[in-house]
Nanobody, 127 residues
Framework: QLPLVESGGGLVQPGGSLRLSCEVS????????IGWFRQAPGKEREGVSC????????NYAASVKGRFTISGDNAKRTVYLQMNSLKPEDTAVYYC????????????????????WGQGTQVTVSS
């Protein structure tokens, strides 16, 4: 089993909702922050949201704040990204990643500090 596995992507209409899951069986959420990043074709990868489960600290990109919610389930060793009011510009491959250094205060701007990445799941928002 891979240390991080994303699932839940698919095709959804604008205004719809989708929930992504990141199985983090290879990591202890008390010592690793989990971030969600996305990359559209021809565009730079950007941070979407992250969760420091140990402290409960969360971070969101301005473009998704109020629409997306990140959460974690310790028993299931899974981090979720609930995406509501989806827009066409949300279309991208979504990746989850783990950061073992800034696990108490996660960030979205220092991407190089996320050392482990999943393979990604495609999210397409289109009518």
């Amino acid at each position: 089993q891979l240390p991080l596995v994303e699932s839940g992507g698919g095709l959804v209409q604008p205004g719809g909702s989708l929930r992504l899951s990141c199985e983090v069986s290879g990591f202890d959420l008390n010592y690793f922050a989990i971030g969600w990043f996305r990359q559209a074709p021809g565009k730079e990868r950007e941070g979407v949201s992250c969760l420091s489960h140990n402290t409960g600290y969360t971070n969101y990109a301005a473009s998704v704040k109020g629409r997306f919610t990140i959460s974690g389930d310790n028993a299931k060793r899974t981090v979720y990204l609930q995406m509501n009011s989806l827009k066409p510009e949300d279309t991208a491959v979504y990746y989850c990643a783990a950061d073992g250094r800034n696990y108490r205060l996660c960030g979205l701007t220092r991407e190089q500090e996320y050392h482990s990445w999943g393979q990604g799941t495609q999210v397409t928002v289109s009518s």
